[in-house]
């Protein structure tokens, strides 16, 4: 009997998770391929770019997460190209409107020059899978880390922050890496204890998300 295209799909997206949780870039760029050869055979199915896009995604936060920008800018301009595909063919998919402004927002960090060509599109993508889909724990997520590195002064700042990764456990309290943004915004804020008890919840709920013990490992208790 075969297995419903959804069922594989759903599998695909847990081994990225699962790579990404342990920094396993070699294990991701492997997936990658896999991906960019499937959405090259099917340019007009927007899951397979969406999915091609994610695998980039997480690889460029995983670089991000281990210091190295460049190839943190390389894995998300790809993702950007197959992420505008999905969005092209599937407009009002907040999924697919979140996922693109998330890869805009993850080539910045090389130069803050990219900010200028992409940190509009950040900013826009996030914000209409919000107006898409309000109920939608990861793009409020995803416009908290936006608004976490956007400074005060543009727009954004750690307590805007705060209130988003709060909006995203609201909608789902079971998603750990709103925990975690959780915990390091309110890190940035000086809030020490709560910090602890909100990284702790996402390890809790994520035992294998390595960046999220390493984050609780740096934060005190008071």
Known sequence: MAV????????????????????????????????????????????????????????????????????????????????RKAVALAPRNAEYRRLLGTLCGQVIPASPLLAVRYGKCAQEEVNKAVELDP???????????????????????????????????QMNPQLAEAWMWLGIAQRKAGKMAEARKSLEKAVALNPGRVWAKQQLDKTPGN
């Open 4 to 83: 419903p295209a959804v069922l594989v799909m759903a599998a695909g997206i847990r081994d990225l998770e699962q790579a990404r949780d342990r920094q396993d870039r070699v294990a991701l760029q492997k997936l990658i391929a896999e991906l960019q050869a499937e959405a090259a055979q099917a340019p007009s199915k927007a899951a397979l770019q969406y999915r091609y896009a994610l695998g980039q995604s997480y690889l460029a936060e995983v670089a991000l997460e281990l210091r190295d920008r460049q190839q943190a800018r390389a894995a998300a301009e790809a993702g950007i190209d197959a992420a």
């Open 135 to 169: 109920k939608s724990a990861k793009a409020y997520l995803a416009r908290g880390v936006g608004n976490y590195y956007l400074p005060p002064q543009f727009g954004g700042g750690v307590d805007l922050a705060i209130r988003d990764f709060e909006k995203a456990i």
